[in-house]
């Protein structure tokens, strides 16, 4: 009897073993999005205990979309629409359409957006991450043909010790220190340069006193669209393209994901990367969702390949974890 109930544990071990594998293997199930709808360019950020993201609208041929939401979380997973942060034909006098990729950062107990508009970068400052944001300059930041390629997808980054560089550009890669102001910067300081691959949606952060600096390749129409990576001790550069790229890509059902962005938990050596993908089921480079996942690196800190039908589970902000990085 003995003998027959070990054989039988043995065999349902085996058969539940087996179903896990055939559920890591499986690339016809991903994971669902983060936000309902379509929203492409996700930028996420963490501000004191919520996690926020701050996507573009998407749903139209072309990227028509005329205006920027919000979304908040505590715990990564589920996520409360904000409602609409910038309007540009209500809000900007100087464009009215094509709303794309923006990114915030903050400083000074403001908060700073930067975002695509018409093919220029534009920048809106609010008191809260929700906004509502304003803009201070009635004119764009960096304007259409200021330089060699698309003048959109802008990214801020801010240094330990308080410096922010904007990194942004299609088919380039653009880098300018920010003046203290946030809202200006010396033309003449401009660092261009096109890493191998590189099309679209810089991204840069910090670990270890490493700075990544992280870009799109192909076209986001493209099915092959995907995550690389560089590495550098200067947000200026130069930076290394790393061996292991890319290091987000597409597989099964998942295709097209890319224009990413990166978060790290307060306090923990914990990060996440959120990105879009073609809508599941029927999208394509004009229907993309924004997902998220768990994002990791090696004893070395090289990261390791994104799993994009790992699904990410519950996190918090703890208090402790946000005090030990003040
Ligand atoms: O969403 C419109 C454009 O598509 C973005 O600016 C690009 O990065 C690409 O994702």
Redesign the pocket.
Known sequence: MKFISILSITFLGLVSGGYAQQQLNDTTKAPAPALPGVY??PHIAVFNDKFYLYP?TDGTEG?MSTNFTCWSSKDLVNWKNEGVILDLPKDLAWADARA??PAIATKNGKYYYYY?ADANIGVAVADKPTGPFKDPLGKPLVAKGALLGQM??PMVFVDDDGAAYLYFG?GNCHIVKLNEDMVSYNPAAVVSFKPQGYN??SFVFKRNGKYYLMW?EYD?RDPRYSVAYATSDSPLGPFVKAESNPVLKGKGSVKGAG?HSVVKVPGKDEWYIAYHRFKIPGGNGYNRETCISPMRFDSKGNMLPVDVFEAVKPVKVSKKGREAER
């Open positions: 492409a360019d573009t990227w794309w990729a695509s959109i997808d299609q679209e949606g799109s986001t224009h």
